[in-house]
């Protein structure tokens, strides 16, 4: 449990009362022992003693009559009072010398002693002593009826802080140390620290011997309330006098607790310079994770001293990753003295300096999880998982959630980098890789056509609690490199590779393969000077990743201006609005229902530019589509129809698939990724099931036939009338499936692949000039037809382990690119 400070106020309250009553109590067994009884004259002398006591602190005269009336009462004496009152914290905080102690002694007792007597006593007894003894010189009426002791004491004089309390952050937190010296005889004294009226306590140790001085004072900060103090540290010793000095001024940050296995919502107020949060983790090890922020944040943590750890302030987007091994809490007791010390973290949120939104609230969430899951929607801490991939998850509300780890996307936090740049030295310029960084991308690549001398910076998501190795070398595996950090590339082939280890031990790998200039080997001088040198960066990456690969260049006639202008016209290139709002053409009509409409000029031309799909995954839209039994299998298609409608038991839908592609001579990767882009993963499509009213029985999975029509139910019954139709060479009727499965592949491998359009690409973009036409004869509207199918023939092949075959591409090159290239439109 988080412990709060203010229990010490409340201890020290009750410590005080039973005092009292103890010392009531022996007031008056001495006062039945000595027979004490108050004449009206010594009646009205202790009153006035004790009202000028008080005023020395300004004890209000509620306080002054309760303390006369127990004096009248015989309970206490006036000594008693004018004691409690001038070896109080009140009294000492004014910081009065022993002249000014006589002066108000002389003042409050009445007395006829001058300043240099009662300056004499003090130097040889306690305070208690000399101020009963003034008083009892008055009157023995007014002395005090127990027994006080006669030595001096233990005492402190010169008493100095060398350190102040104050945080260079600007923020108090957790256990604060101030440092001094002072002169000590006896070992009776103890520490206070003093704030707005309350006494919290102090944990005094000696840097040494106690004879020397020097000192540390310990002062928990928990508990105490939010805004700006002024501290003074108060040193009283059993001579009753003590010492005080102002040891700074804190801001106390408001703090939120936040518990482990859970997820909080966090709110950074506009004009706020940080939120903050306080974290006890028991005996494990601390995770933090500030996820989903509105703006770009930062975010540090604290030990329990309150002295940085580090912070981590990762680009915006990203989560940021706070991590700690646990605290040693029974040293940290030894240390300061303080009992109970839990292993407690403080995380302050505050705006990163790259902010846009500097004057606007933030919002976000902490996720205290060593993993974060992304589940139904929101973020979750994961609790626990088997060796079987099973899940146990929290959300924000407290609401429990069992899942597998295959139905959650982690985020990547634990040994991920979160930024990877190259900078020109010379220029000062960060120099752009392909693919664009993205943390969970582990391989780039860079074509430069002159020599550069670089620097390689990498920052981990976990910032400070994760180690990075960066090492460069040469073609034949030499580390080249320098004592500052900078590189002179090698001619030809350099390799970049960092290593990430994470907190928990996690290791990922990136790797940049940078050409500098053009090597004098087979694939530079048969493939790489076959295309533009734009195409350089991703070509020789998938090189290095599959060199087993073949990319054939295919020239498009069009210039890029050309045949983007005709793929962005009318119903050419379509997406529903419901799943890409942002991406859709102001003003678009519906061409085909629900709410397929036009797409906007520049997402055309992303999915247009070749160049954008130079990546492992995406590839394959390039892949030539006939038939290879070297690299297809029946478990590659049980592969890409996995989870799907055709995932069944009772109809041997990956049996058909292949047999389909062996007879067309087509890709059954192609046929089955085709089927899916067509029904629906759920088979949403009535032709998938031979239910179209009026046309039961009958098959259509590549809606062949099925002109497009903003009437529901139109297009299908359309694709359901042509598939009724007689045409053997196509096995028409399709009026079971596997005929439906065989004959549109066959009707396909003839109006497409056998035609030129033997890629993903170029059934979708009919940019060859067949005949001299083009953009007549597209497969599907869809723009990212080709995009989303060559994820489905990559995971197939990744599945089977078939990525390293000799696949060949077929790669449009272009005229009149555009300059720059790889951002995917927002949306």
């Not at 009153?47 to 303390?67: D, H, K, P």
């Not at 994770?289 to 943590?301: C, E, K, T, W």
């Not at 974060?372 to 929101?378: K, L, P, S």
């Not at 990743?545 to 202008?565: G, M, W």
Request: aromatic share 12%; charged share 25%.
């Amino acid at each position: 449990m988080l412990r709060k400070r203010k229990e010490y106020l409340v201890l020290s309250v009750a410590a005080a009362f039973f005092m009292a009553v103890c010392l009531i109590l022996f007031v008056i067994s001495q006062m039945q022992s000595h027979g004490w009884k108050l004449s009206d004259k010594d009646r009205e002398s202790a009153g006035n003693v004790i009202y000028a006591a008080s005023g020395l602190t300004g004890l209000g005269n509620a306080s002054s009559e309760r303390a006369v009336k127990l004096a009248e009462s015989g309970i206490i004496s006036a000594a008693d009072h004018v004691i409690s009152v001038m070896n109080s914290p009140d009294y000492i905080l004014m910081g009065k010398d022993d002249k000014a102690f006589a002066e108000d002694l002389i003042r409050v007792a009445g007395s006829s002693r001058d300043i240099a007597e009662i300056c004499d006593l003090l130097s040889g007894h306690n305070s208690a002593y000399v101020i009963n003894k003034v008083l009892q010189d008055r009157s023995r009426s007014l002395a005090s009826g127990s027994v006080i002791r006669t030595d001096a004491g233990s005492a402190v004089n010169d008493f100095i802080i060398d350190q102040d309390i104050t945080d260079s952050s600007g923020y108090t937190v957790g256990i604060r140390e101030t440092k001094g010296h002072m002169n000590v005889t006896g070992k009776e004294i103890r520490t206070d620290f003093f704030v707005d009226g309350i006494l919290y306590r102090g944990f005094l140790r000696f840097n040494g011997d106690a004879s020397d001085g020097a000192f540390t004072i310990a002062w928990d900060t928990t508990g105490v309330e939010e805004g700006i103090h002024d501290v003074y540290a108060l040193i009283r010793s059993s001579d009753g006098r003590g010492a005080v000095a102002k040891t700074g001024t804190v801001s106390i940050p408001a703090m939120t607790e936040i518990e482990s296995d859970r997820v909080t919502r966090g709110l950074l107020v506009g004009g706020a310079d940080s939120s903050w949060y306080i974290y006890d983790c028991h005996n494990k090890d601390c995770y933090v994770n500030i996820v989903g922020a509105d703006d770009d944040i930062q975010a540090s943590l604290y030990d329990v001293y309150g002295n940085l750890i580090g912070t981590v302030d990762n680009p915006k987007d990203l989560p940021e990753a706070l991590r700690s091994r646990p605290q040693d809490v029974k040293k940290i007791e030894q240390e300061t003295g303080i009992a109970g010390i839990s292993n407690c973290f403080y995380i302050k949120v505050s705006k990163s300096p790259n902010s846009a939104l500097p004057d606007e609230d933030v919002s976000y969430k902490l996720v205290q999880s060593t993993d974060v899951a992304y589940f139904n929607g929101t973020h979750m801490a994961v609790i626990s998982r088997d060796d079987k991939g099973s899940l146990r998850l929290v959300d924000y509300n407290g609401d429990f959630f069992e899942a597998k780890e295959d139905e959650v996307k982690f985020l990547p936090l634990n040994g991920y980098l979160s930024s990877l740049n190259i900078i020109d030295t010379s220029a000062g310029q960060r120099i752009p890789v392909w693919p664009d960084f993205d943390t969970e991308k582990n391989v780039y690549a860079k074509y430069l056509a002159s020599g550069k001398k670089v620097k390689v910076t990498a920052f981990a998501m976990e910032g400070f609690a994760a180690d990075i190795k960066v090492t460069i070398s040469d073609e034949k595996g030499k580390e080249i490199g320098s004592e500052d950090g900078t590189v002179d590339l090698a001619k030809g082939e350099n390799h970049i590779n960092v290593m990430v280890k994470g907190f928990d031990g996690s290791e990922q790998q990136y790797d940049v393969y940078v050409l500098n200039g053009l090597p004098d080997d087979d694939f530079a001088r048969n493939t790489l000077t076959a295309f533009p040198e734009s195409y350089y960066s991703g070509l020789w990456m998938l090189h290095k990743l599959r060199p087993a690969y073949a990319f054939t260049p295919c020239n498009i006639t069009p210039s890029f201006p050309e045949v983007l202008s005709n793929e962005d016209s009318g119903y050419q290139s379509l997406l529903q609005y419901s799943s890409y709002p942002n991406y859709i053409k102001q003003n678009s009509v519906v061409y085909d229902a629900p709410d397929w409409m036009a797409a906007k000029n520049e997402v055309v031309s992303y999915f247009l530019d070749p160049r954008n799909f130079l990546l492992p995954d995406r590839v394959f839209m390039f892949e030539n589509l006939s038939f290879n039994e070297k690299v297809h299998t029946r478990e590659g298609v049980k592969a890409i129809i996995k989870g799907s409608f055709m995932d069944t038991p009772e109809i041997d839908y990956a049996g058909y698939i292949y047999e389909a592609g062996s007879k067309s001579g087509v890709s059954p990767y192609f046929i089955a990724s085709r089927i899916l882009q067509e029904m629906g993963y759920s088979g949403e499509s009535s032709l998938a099931h031979g239910t179209v009213p009026g046309y039961e029985g009958i098959y259509n999975y590549y809606n062949i036939g099925s002109t497009s029509s903003a009437e529901p139910g139109v297009a299908v019954a359309n694709g359901a009338k042509y598939a009724s139709g007689s045409d053997e060479k196509y096995l028409l009727p399709w009026d079971s499936i596997d005929k439906a499965i065989t004959g549109g592949a066959i009707w396909i491998a003839k109006g497409y692949i056998s035609k030129g359009q033997d890629t993903l690409y170029f059934q979708k973009f009919d940019i060859k000039g067949r005949d001299g036409k083009y953009y007549s004869h597209q497969y599907a509207q869809n723009l990212m037809m080709a995009y989303s199918e060559s994820m489905r023939y990559y995971r197939s092949y990744e599945s089977t382990s078939a990525l390293d075959n000799p696949f060949e591409f077929i790669i449009p090159v272009f005229s009149d690119l555009p300059e720059t290239y790889g951002g995917l439109p927002q949306g």
